[in-house]
């Protein structure tokens, strides 16, 4: 599994941006997937998941109702629609897989992919 996240870019505040998350040469079925961000001199943040079982999504408080995490129907592709973005969000973003996994904890995920630049500047 070599994963990729992609889209990211120039916002302004209050925006909307939507991320992909996908592998070469395979599928996303199977998997739990975990988008997590990280901002010049912090830590990684998770900021939510959606399951492999029932793609079940939950988020991180800091972006419930704001972002939401999707899966296409063929499980090749898993999103991150941003939305209503804020001064406070820009960072380097990144998807991570678990296989069968269900949280999405940081030391579950088994690979992660090369993250995307979100930049939100007026």
């Known amino acids: 599994v070599q994963l990729q996240a992609y889209g990211g870019g120039l916002v302004q505040p209050g925006g909307s941006l939507r991320l992909s998350c996908t592998s070469s040469?395979?599928?996303?079925?199977?998997?739990?997937i975990g988008w997590f961000r990280q901002a010049p001199e912090k830590e990684r943040e998770g900021l939510g998941c959606i399951s492999s079982v029932d793609d079940y999504t939950y988020y991180a408080d800091s972006v419930q109702g704001r972002f939401t995490i999707s899966r296409d129907k063929a499980k090749t592709t898993v999103y991150l629609h941003l939305n209503s973005l804020k001064p406070e969000d820009p960072a380097v973003y990144y998807c991570?897989?678990?296989?069968?996994?269900?949280?999405?904890?940081?030391?579950?995920?088994?690979?992660w992919g090369k993250g995307t630049l979100v930049t939100v500047s007026s």
């Open positions: 040469g395979s599928t996303l079925d199977g998997y739990a």
């Open positions: 991570a897989a678990d296989f069968l996994g269900t949280d999405c904890y940081e030391y579950d995920m088994d690979y």
